[in-house]
């Protein structure tokens, strides 16, 4: 530990409280203190040593060692009070009576003491004040012109000191006044180094802050333009900071938030405190989430405060803190697709079990009804026919209630997952006109004209036979079902070299552009489900749909409220499965065709042409 450690240690325990936790009044404290402690110690030393040699002393001598020691007295009072600039108007004050009192003993303003008039102010410029320092240099004015009019009026003693002893005085008197304001000089030098290092440590502080934070600080000008922004922008934009100075952050804002991100910075400029959001575009290059153009941000901007100083009609300026939310962005939409999905989900509950209470319970009460009629056929009388009748109905009903439940069924695998593809060969052409068969006699019965176009020439197919008729007999059900009476419903294929395909077009009610986009989601029906006027289910474009997609092909609807219906189906000749699933997992077969539907029926359809 060196001698100037100490004389700082002890110089810091005398500090006030106040200047204690910063570095530059801390500085000016001990620069005040230190010079004024050992001066008045090295004079109260001295001053034993001075009586011993030269004897009692005069006034003036006595005066000289006064001023000397009292300083000691100002450190005191900066110790205990933390004014600095009152200690230096009492220095001030110290100073320019002990040149007053010396000066007004040796000649007044010719005496050797006056040059130190000029000391004053210079001392007082240390206090970094210009309030103490006009203070002081008013004083040694003051002073001066006080001694000059007291030697006027010859109000002041006749000088004792000859030519000789006079210039020798003078002469100690420059050389003196020349080495404490030297001392000035250095103390001011020594201050203003210790400024400019501790506001370089500051500087570089903020610099390891602005470096190493993930939100971007900018300076805007009312209007946008940036007139600093931290390096942390090139990390979240992708590009050196010199190009976003001036309107290069806002030529990167979207066009669309242009409007609020102006609109925030000038409300901040009046004084209020903005928060807005809107998107930036970002280089793709270095992307942490790659190729994307725009990100999300957050800004929170507020006015620069002004130095009171300062001109108060500059044009004022904006603070601004940005951050990334890109992330938050995505998990809000994720969001509101779940909550979208969820309450799709609902409705879709709700629809089910509205479509369910009639699709089930006009079966039940038909088997239930005509069940107990035929159990009660000896007290109603009823004959052969009538019999046969109602077993007939009875039969109906139970087949439509296992369609229902088989669509059911058929949807809740294809939905978990556990819906396989048996893939064999088979002709197209005689699953399609065989299922067209089946629902010939209901097109007849309905007043349709079912018409089927398969050329003879239409290759064999490599996959699931069973879910091919499935597919094409809810797609030919629904044309029949939703025609009116007098319409027709075309049934077509056509073959390329790799693929299949199917069209099944009718003249009936259409289907809204609204309810168009919604088409094979599980139990959705077109219309409202309290005025629909044909039965079933909504599964079976539902199921279609998932068929289509297990056989890697495509599903199109086009449609027009009114004029009709047409669905357009392509799927590839040779089926290739996708990889296998694990040994463990579920294997699910199609459900297959009620019995009624897979007896041969005569060729009732028209072919054309």
């Not at 080495?179 to 390891?208: N, P």
């Not at 890697?552 to 086009?558: D, M, N, R, S, Y």
């Not at 694990?582 to 041969?600: G, N, W, Y």
């Amino acid at each position: 530990m060196t001698v100037l450690s100490i004389i700082r240690d002890c110089l810091d325990a005398l500090l006030h409280p106040s200047a204690r936790y910063d570095a530059l009044t801390r500085a000016r404290h001990r620069a005040f203190m230190a010079p004024r402690l050992l001066g008045s110690l090295a004079a109260f030393a001295a001053f034993p040593v001075y009586l011993v040699l030269r004897g009692a002393p005069s006034a003036i001598e006595v005066a000289a060692f006064a001023w000397l020691i009292a300083p000691i007295l100002l450190s005191w009072f900066l110790s205990r009070t933390g004014r600095y600039e009152g200690a230096h108007v009492l220095s001030s004050l110290a100073l320019a009576g002990l040149i007053m009192a010396v000066a007004a003993t040796t000649g007044g303003i010719e005496s050797f003491a006056a040059i130190w008039l000029v000391v004053v102010p210079l001392e007082a410029s240390l206090s970094a004040s210009r309030r103490v320092a006009a203070f002081a240099s008013l004083l040694a004015l003051s002073c001066a012109g006080l001694l000059i009019l007291l030697g006027q009026f010859g109000w002041l003693p006749a000088g004792e000191l000859g030519g000789a002893e006079r210039g020798m005085m003078m002469a100690f008197g420059v050389a003196s006044a020349t080495l404490y304001a030297a001392g000035l000089a250095f103390g001011a030098e020594s201050l203003a180094r210790t400024s400019v290092t501790l506001l370089s440590r500051e500087e570089e502080r903020y610099r390891l802050l602005a470096r190493n934070m993930s939100d971007v600080i900018s300076r805007h000008q009312r209007n946008g333009a940036v007139q600093f922004i931290s390096p942390a922008a090139e990390a979240m934009l992708g590009m050196p900071v010199a190009q976003l100075l001036g309107h290069g952050l806002f030529d990167r804002v979207h066009v669309a938030d242009r409007p609020a991100y102006l609109t925030a910075l000038s409300d901040a400029a009046r004084g209020d405190v903005r928060s807005v959001e809107f998107r930036l575009r970002r280089e793709p290059a270095g992307s942490e989430r790659g190729q994307v153009d725009f990100i999300w941000v957050e800004m929170r901007c507020r006015p620069l405060e002004q130095d009171q100083r300062r001109d108060i009609t500059a044009e004022l300026e904006v603070v601004a803190v940005m951050r990334d939310v890109t992330d938050r962005k995505l998990s809000e939409q994720a969001l509101d697709q779940a909550r979208s999905a969820a309450e799709s989900a609902d409705a879709a509950k709700t629809r089910f079990l509205a479509t369910m209470s009639h699709e089930l319970r006009t079966p039940l009460n038909a088997i239930i009804g005509f069940s107990e009629m035929i159990a009660q056929e000896q007290s109603l009388m009823l004959a052969a026919h009538q019999r046969k009748e109602y077993a007939e109905l009875i039969n109906a009903s139970g087949q439509h209630l296992l369609s229902v439940v088989n669509g059911i069924l058929d949807m809740s695998k294809m939905e978990s997952g556990n819906f396989e593809i048996a893939s064999e060969p088979f002709a197209p052409r005689a699953s399609l006109m065989h299922c067209c068969n089946l629902l010939a006699l209901k097109a007849r019965e309905n007043g349709i004209d079912l018409i089927t176009d398969a050329p003879q020439d239409l290759p064999l197919m490599n996959g699931d036979p069973r879910a091919f008729k499935q597919i094409v007999l809810n797609l030919v059900a629904n044309a029949v079902k939703f025609t009116e009476r007098g319409g027709q419903v075309t049934v077509s294929a056509s073959a390329s070299a790799s693929q299949l395909t199917l069209r099944i077009s009718d003249t009936g009610v259409g289907i809204a552009p609204d309810d168009l986009k919604r088409i094979g989601a599980p139990f959705f029906q077109c219309g409202k489900t309290y005025e629909r006027r044909h039965e079933g289910t909504g599964l079976g474009l539902s199921i279609v749909k998932s068929l289509v997609a297990l056989h890697l092909g495509e599903l199109t609807v086009q449609s027009k409220l009114g004029e009709g219906t047409a669905v357009t189906v392509k799927l590839p000749l040779v089926y290739t499965p996708p990889q296998a699933r694990p040994a463990d997992s579920k294997i699910a077969t199609l459900t297959p065709v009620p019995r009624h539907e897979v007896q041969d029926q005569p060729a009732l359809v028209k072919k054309s042409a």
